[in-house]
């Protein structure tokens, strides 16, 4: 039963979450035609936000793994919100 967990822990690691989450929501938010409406400048800013959570937390890991994945989030965030900022402001 042990390694039954083990398997399933290593699969729903709480780590690869944003990338399933938060990463495709930015990424269709993003290449989306039409401008901004209310609830999808909402939406924006709360993923940029999880994504910068999400990297904070991870790269105070020890682990190098843990710190990269943390890296990638932010670089995500701040690349997701620097396009998102310029695409809201033309």
């Known amino acids: 039963m042990s390694e039954e967990k083990k398997?399933?822990?290593?699969?729903?690691?709480?780590?690869?979450?944003?990338l399933f989450?938060?990463?495709?929501?930015?990424?269709?938010?993003?290449?989306?035609a039409s401008p901004?409406?209310?609830?999808?400048?909402t939406l924006f800013i709360?993923?940029?936000?999880f994504l910068a959570?999400?990297?904070?937390?991870e790269t105070n890991s020890e682990e190098g793994?843990?710190?990269?994945i943390g890296y990638i989030y932010l670089l995500s965030a701040l690349l997701f919100g620097s396009?998102?900022?310029f695409k809201w402001l033309t």
């Open 7 to 18: 398997k399933w822990d290593d699969r729903l690691n709480p780590l690869y979450f944003p």
């Open 21 to 32: 989450t938060a990463i495709p929501v930015e990424g269709w938010l993003t290449l989306k």
């Open 36 to 41: 901004f409406s209310g609830v999808e400048v």
């Open 46 to 49: 709360i993923g940029v936000l």
């Open 53 to 57: 959570f999400a990297g904070a937390v």
């Open 65 to 68: 793994k843990h710190r990269a």
């Open 83 to 85: 396009i998102g900022l």
